[in-house]
Each structure stands twice: as structure tokens, then as C-alpha cells.
């Protein structure tokens, strides 16, 4: 099991507002990044550092951390954000990188 | 343009070797650690190591020490995950990734997706 817990699946309609969390001691100390992976596509990072989005990705995509959880939002969601989401960030040794274990995502 | 192209789709028996590559370009390959990543089929995403390939200093996630070796060659911008002996539990599809100093993956290889079968 992963030292980051997302929970697997989440859904929700079109155009509203879903949060997609990742909890773990080590995050406490250390910044998620979330990423977004389509079926048979490599991940594309989506946030980074907390609340930093990669030229390209809608504004729609925000990131926020409260203790030991990491939060990706999305503001609006619209079909195209269908799609696995992963975060990431150091495991509770801080030695190395690990994984959540992503959360299937499904627009209504 | 920056950008990280894999080798393409192996098939293999149980029990032979096999080293795929990620060619880096657009950016220096010596600036950035390499992270290999794992994604077996139907599950999510495994964090296997890292590279620096300018002096090709090493750290392997525990459940894959042992297991793979991870190697650069820094003068061609390309970076090596290798098996010595196979297993059918190998299939899977594998990722190399830019790391960032603050553990951004953020830029990814198209995957290779190797397949372990007698």
C-alpha cells in the first residue's frame, strides 16, 4: 500500500466543483504535485509546489495542502477532465518519491 | 523543444534480459535527475528510482532494489532501466520522467511497454 492515500473514485457532474484528495504524513513537509493521466496517454502534470499549474493547464486546476492532506480542485469540471489523477510527493523517510494511489475521476 | 523519447515495445520470455533506453533532447540531460516509473496493467503508478546522469549517482525505491538496474550514459542524453533475468510479474508499461529539484515530475517519455510471456 501506498504511503499517500487517495481515495479511488470520485465523480462528479458537469460544470460543478470536485476536490480530489491525497493524505500522508509526509506531506506535512513536503509540497504535492498532481497529475492527469487519459487512457493509453502518459501523465501530464497538472499542479506543482502547492498551487502552481504548468503553462497550458486551465485555470480551473487549483492545488491547496491543510496538515497532512493535499487537495486538487477543480473549479468547473468539464468532460475532457475525465481521467485517473495521481499525487506525489516524498515518502515518510524522505528519501524517496512516492505515489499516491490515484483516483479515477468521472464527469457526469 | 524539451522532450524525453523511450524505446519501443519489447516482448520477452521469463528469465531473459532486457535494458530499455529514454533519449533526452532539448534540454541538458546533466542538469536533471531521471526517474524511472512503473505502471502495471489496470494499476497506478510506481515510483522504481532516479538517476543524475552527470555522475549517474543512483537511488533505488526500496521495492525495486534488487530488482532493476538504472544507468546513463550522460555523453548520448540517455538514460537505462535493465533486467537480468525476467519475470512474467514485469509487464507492465515503463515511464522515464524529468525530476525536478522539488520532485516534479514534469516532463514524461511516451512509455515502453514491455510484455513478460513463455
Known amino acids: 500500500s501506498s504511503e499517500l492515500t487517495q481515495d479511488p473514485a470520485v465523480s462528479v457532474a458537469l460544470g460543478q466543483t470536485v476536490r480530489i484528495t491525497c493524505q500522508g504524513d509526509?506531506?506535512?513537509?513536503?509540497?504535492a504535485s498532481w497529475y492527469q493521466q487519459k487512457p493509453g496517454q502518459a501523465p501530464v502534470v497538472v499542479i506543482y509546489d502547492k498551487d502552481n499549474r504548468p503553462s497550458g493547464i486551465p485555470d480551473r486546476f487549483s492545488g491547496s495542502r491543510s496538515g497532512n492532506t493535499a487537495s486538487l480542485t477543480i473549479t468547473g469540471a468539464q468532460a475532457e477532465d475525465e481521467a485517473d489523477y495521481y499525487c506525489n510527493s516524498r515518502d515518510s523517510s524522505g528519501n524517496h518519491v512516492v505515489f499516491g494511489g490515484g483516483t479515477k475521476l468521472s464527469v457526469l | 523543444e524539451v522532450q524525453l523519447v523511450q524505446s519501443g515495445t519489447e516482448v520477452k520470455k521469463p528469465g531473459e534480459s532486457l535494458k530499455i533506453s529514454c533519449k533526452g533532447s532539448g534540454y541538458s540531460l546533466t542538469t536533471y535527475w531521471i526517474a524511472w516509473v512503473r505502471q502495471m496493467p489496470g494499476k497506478g503508478l510506481e515510483s522504481m528510482g532516479i538517476i543524475y546522469p552527470s555522475d549517474s549517482d543512483t537511488t533505488y525505491s526500496p521495492s525495486f532494489q534488487g530488482q532493476v538496474t538504472i544507468s546513463a550514459d550522460k555523453s548520448i542524453s540517455t538514460a537505462y532501466l535493465q533486467w537480468s533475468s525476467l519475470k512474467a510479474s514485469d509487464t507492465a508499461i515503463y515511464y522515464c520522467?524529468?525530476?525536478?529539484?522539488?520532485?516534479?515530475?514534469?516532463?514524461w517519455g511516451q512509455g515502453t511497454m514491455v510484455t513478460v510471456s513463455s
Open positions: 509526509s506531506l506535512r513537509s513536503y509540497y
Open positions: 520522467a524529468r525530476k525536478t529539484p522539488s520532485d516534479v515530475f514534469d516532463i
